[in-house]
């Protein structure tokens, strides 16, 4: 058994000391640990997106990372783009254009139009198709997830 | 699996290099190929699992005294979106674009995707045409060696377990330098591929010099095409040329068939995607 290892990060706006093990991915800390299960596991090699978290305002795939290095770094998961004000319209737009079908890949979704939408605030069909391009819907319903982003980019536009 | 003894984060390349020196700790950086494989039970923990992250130098990216050095740790997206690589190395910008997802972009390092030394790896076919140096360093001393002399194997490299990739150099490309990079796969994003292709050459006069040609994912390692640079090598690029080119490229590549493609179908492709990547070039 390996030892653990001490770290202090800060998830979704708190501060947070933990101790985990080495080999542990962040996903699995994330979900099992502390209990923020609106990350998914999906495929866990870095296919899907379903896993799709912000590491310093970048998005990775959490089943990629060690949870060690989470060490001195700032956390973002769907649970607190769920209460960011910033995201109002991004969520909106997923609600509005029905974004969502059977909602698994909903997250890594929401979490990686985040990453776009700070990248290319401007954000066209071409910045946002490519910019999920890691992140696959089995219910097949990236047209309305496509017109989502692109939705909030322009509201977000609007209000500045 | 083995478990991890201790683990590391150092700040300082010594102190880094100090940890590797009895060749018994697991390096990690960006993790985009280690979790898969550590995962998938083909690669074991060492003892020490070694975090090289925190080590600033490893980011560096310098231009001096005619040549580029690039930091392992430089990310795939920094490859794609640093303005000073974009200008002074195109080709590597480029095959960065091809590259998995924006995810592992954000994750991956170049000094990772030179250390996994896959065949089919996206930036070693450009770092093969534009003649990098891997830049390695133990604790006993630094040595550089030629990319086309460090694969040695699906996996396997010429780096000892006791050195850790500290940079990529790159002469910088002369004026009239003309280079392509193709990668053919079933989609664009997040696909190994099933061929990669690299040129490289200085056009003057309509003549070609200092040809460089390499191929991915159609051998053990990745590979410089020399019987096919040798034809192209002072040859003005007509259609005869270029038609002689693609079929001793066919020919030159050791394809195997697995999941992604036959080997039949692996030699169809490099043949007419060099055709056509050399047409490319003459009618600009």
């Keep these: 058994m390996s030892s653990l290892v001490e770290i202090s990060c800060v998830v979704n706006g708190t501060p947070t000391r933990l101790a985990v093990p080495p080999e542990t991915s962040a996903l699995a800390l994330l979900r099992d640990h502390l209990g923020l299960s609106g990350t998914k596991y999906g495929c866990g090699e870095g296919e899907c997106g379903a896993c799709t978290i912000l590491v310093d305002g970048v998005s990775v795939n959490s089943c990629l990372m060690f949870a060690v290095d989470f060490d001195g770094r700032t956390v973002t998961t769907i649970e607190g783009l769920a209460v960011d004000r910033a995201s109002d319209p991004l969520r909106q737009a997923f609600v509005e254009k029905g974004g969502v079908q059977c909602g698994f890949c909903t997250p890594g979704m929401v979490v990686q139009s985040r990453h776009v939408l700070d990248k290319h605030p401007n954000a066209g069909p071409d910045e946002v198709k490519r910019g999920l391009e890691g992140n696959l819907c089995r219910c097949t319903g990236y047209k309305k997830i496509v017109e989502a982003v692109i939705t909030a980019a322009a509201a977000q536009s609007a209000a500045e | ?284």
Excluded: C
């Design chain 2, 1 to 284: 699996m083995t478990a991890i003894e201790r683990y590391l984060a150092p700040a300082g390349l010594d102190d880094a290099l100090a940890a590797l020196a009895g060749g018994n700790a697991t390096i990690l950086a960006g993790g985009t190929d280690l979790m898969p494989q550590i995962n998938a039970g083909k690669v074991a923990f060492r003892p020490i699992l070694l975090n090289i992250r925190r080590i600033p130098e490893l980011r560096a990216v310098e231009v001096g005294q005619g040549r580029i050095s690039i930091g392992a740790l430089v990310t795939i997206n920094e490859l794609k979106d640093n303005p000073v690589i974009a200008k002074a190395v195109p080709l590597l910008a480029e095959a960065a674009d091809h590259f998995a997802s924006d995810q592992v972009r954000n994750m991956g390092t170049i000094g990772g995707n030179v250390a996994n030394a896959s065949p089919a790896g996206d930036t070693l076919v450009p770092l093969l045409v534009l003649d990098a140096e891997v830049e390695l360093a133990s604790a006993t001393g630094r040595r550089s060696v030629p990319m086309a002399e460090f694969f040695t194997g699906p996996g396997r490299s010429v780096r000892r377990p006791d050195e850790l990739i500290t940079a990529l150099s790159l002469p910088l490309p002369r004026l009239r330098t003309v280079s392509r990079f193709v990668k053919f796969g079933t989609r664009p994003a997040l696909d190994i591929s099933a061929v990669s292709i690299g040129f490289s050459a200085t056009l003057d006069g309509g003549r070609l010099s200092d040809v460089r040609v390499a191929f991915g994912a159609v051998g053990p390692v990745p590979m410089r095409g020399r019987a096919t640079e040798a034809v192209l090598e002072g040859a003005a690029l007509d259609a005869a040329i270029i038609a002689k080119a693609a079929a001793t490229a066919q020919g030159e590549v050791k394809p195997i068939d697995d999941l992604r493609a036959s080997a039949w179908y692996r030699r169809e492709l490099i043949h007419n995607l060099l055709g056509k990547v050399l047409s490319d070039v003459v009618s600009r």
